[in-house]
DNA sequence: CGGTGGGATTGGAACGTTCCAAGTTTGGTG
DNA sequence: CACCAAACTTGGAACGTTCCAATCCCACCG
């Protein structure tokens, strides 16, 4: 067993010795280049790479008093939900590029509680947590303000309206593309099918019907709303009884890829074609848009991962917080829903468009 | 700012002190309990107890050269199929049993090389990696055994037959209860629509496959076989195929709940009631089948979870490998598709079934 | 030619934990 | 009552890094 050499990751001391500097000098050229000169930090940056040198994690935390670690909470209504697993993958991917890395918790099957950010935090396992699915008395916030903990949510904190670490889709701007889209295909009237006020997140349903009110009336398309919540078979009524009031060549713009799924279902029922007979838009980008060939308005998921993990960076930084909530823009990714050549019904799904 | 006193965490020699004892009977409380009389144990737990004192996570790492951590890769294929979110919620749920926590990494749209793994190991982030969807080809496994960096897969690890640190379900008796279930609730014959041998994974389109074969044949019931991909549009046509040699009071057993989504659109396409006419089984216990109603072989999750988090821990340990891979048991979660007084059609979809 | 200033480099110390070897107490025995 | 072994407890050292203060080196100026 060659234990000793190859087997021991190299040391900042080694890469001292190599180079022929000190520890502190190799700590300078990886923190703080402008302070090495140029010819000694050559030097320690070919023995950094011969050596395939990378500063232990546990160490660095330990001096610095900082994890690098962002907590990220998996609870139920985000593992469970459609897009849960684009707001984790865009988080993982990106969390590189703010040196930290992700730490998930939580039981899918509990509720939340603020047990385990309390045991994460003594721990010093993480600096601080990303989360989603605020409600109204949601226990999180409060706790993390209390403890100085640094936080953003994605989606509204609106049990909270003074606090800005939180990052949003634009849901407004988004139904306004998908009407726009709407009437760019030549669709004669556009409805909507959305969530109730009532519902659990009012911002996000208020957000979106505003959209298509405000894009509808603008161009003089306006047609029916519906509302429902995000159950398929409840879904699948409230877009059939919309469906009474549209006639062929009319369009629905939909709260979610879930509801335009019901859409297509209430379509087919009817016999309807959608794209040629009935455009449907929904929103979301999620896997189920793309096996089912809906146009959706696709949320910035990169975006919202960078905006998140920048807020919780400057959070530990200096303390500074965003002056306010960020709503980011969505794009629309159109597909056979609202194609006009095609004939999609619900049993008959096109394959997936082709990635770029 | 009471930053000196409240703001910083208690230290291993906080509680010391505080319970009047030194930095090493503190610890042996915590990791041999039985080194410690049980007066002094319970003093020294008293004052964790107290002061909310928790190891750091670095410091201990440092200490043991070890991270206590499990990188977990998050590829595109991963997040954008229909059980990613269920294994990693599983494992999310399951690390702290196992006293690791995950650190999830990759890029969602580049495909997996060993660059991330390097890094990672270097930085003494992790101890060790669980992966899924390993192919022919794969470079992981190579590298990570090169480099004596423990490992579980999920899935079989069918480019390397030696190799016994994978665990996966066992769909041969996931058919073999599909089978039972229909016969069960009084299904005439059952049909299998499952994925060519030809595809990513011989091992488990074949293993699925002869579950079907054998619980079928040996009760009598067998039908016709087809098979598709593992994308709608497709599915959905040889599952017509499929439906030309079936009758009414005859069932299909699948080898996803992709795939019995397309079933269920298949028989609306020619107007069979599912449930009442026609029977369907899918297969993962995924959120399309909770929300189609459909019957499914649900994956043992976390005992997949629990499976692979041990197998790393004991490579750990001691070095040990398991003397097999393990196929764990599924277990059959019914529902409206095979529920004879139903009348399901994929238009018209139940709820989910509400939650035990 | 000595002094000065500033940039480059260095060694000591500390972060919080656990291993190790040595120390102290406890309880039992001759 | 003295002694011994076992049980229990203790302080020093080390894990790898970065902060801090001190030192070194060099060019430039008076």
Redesign the interface.
Known sequence: MRSSTA?R?ATIVDVASAAGVSRQTVSNVLNFPDRVRPRTRDRVLAEVDRL????????R??RNQR?GAVGLE?NLPT??S?I???V???L??R??AHDV?????????VFPTVAAY??M?????VDAFVFADTHSGDPRPDWLLEH?IPFAAFGRLYSHPELTCWADVDGHRGLELAVEHLVDRGYATVGYLGWPLHLEDPAVAEDRHRGWVDAATGLGVAGPAGVTDQ????A?EAADALLNELGPGDAVACASD?IALAVL??A??RGLAVGRDLGVVGFDGS?VAR??GLTTVVQPYEDLADHLLRTVHDQLLDGTVPVAGALLDPTLAPSSSTDRESELT???????PTRR
Request: charged share 20%; hydrophobic share 35%; with cysteine.
């Open positions: 087997r990751r395939g040198y990378r500063p232990s994690t546990a160490a935390g330990l994890a998996l593992c469970g459609d849960g697993p684009l984790l993958g865009a993982t991917a969390a590189p890395h992700l730490v998930p918790f939580g039981d899918a099957h309390r045991d935090t003594r721990r010093h396992l100085e159950q398929l078979g409840p699948v879930l279902y209430a087919a029922r896997l096996r089912h619900s049993y008959t799904p096109v394959p997936a």
